[in-house]
């Protein structure tokens, strides 16, 4: 008898503490965590939603606005104002004639044509900064850099502007855009 109430303890003791470890009671339990990211979303803005207090910056919530690596390109011809050039698929196209703009999110190629001569070298760089519009949502405004580009052709004059937001890695994407700028004969 005393066996059969030995055994019996023994099965219960095992019970209890197999339903308290359940139930998070277990002193000594140990858990992994798998962290993955979709492209764009940074490990910070990840630890915050899972309580981590980290607050990401203005730039990384941003950073969304990257033109990815695998990002398909475009090209756009307009034979009015006389020129090529290639952009991102998928991207919003505004304007006509010599006055044409490309966006997604906070990235911008805006192009226009105009009858003069080029400031300076043609095909030449500037880098400035600028606030972009407010939000129509959020009504949040973001710190944007600017690479404008002059290129002059026969008594015309396009300026190419590419912006996107200060933390934004776009350099290679707006690169090959710049690049790609063609006047038709």
Known sequence: MKAKMAISLVSILAAVSLFAAGCGGGGSSTSTSASTSTPGESQS???QEAGGGAVPSEAQAAATGDIP???VFLLFHDPNAGYSI???????????????????????????????APHGRP?????YSRTSAPDPVTGKRLRLVTDRYEYGNQGKV?????ATPVGVDNVDAYRMISESFEWQR
């Open 45 to 47: 803005s990840k630890s």
């Open 86 to 116: 290639r952009y991102p698929e998928g991207w919003a196209r505004t304007g006509s004639g010599n006055d044409v703009t490309f966006q997604e999110k906070a990235n911008v190629v805006h192009i226009t044509v105009r009858n003069g």
């Open 69 to 71: 690596d695998n990002q």
């Open 158 to 162: 396009a300026v190419l502007d590419l």
């Open 123 to 127: 095909g030449t760089k500037t880098t």
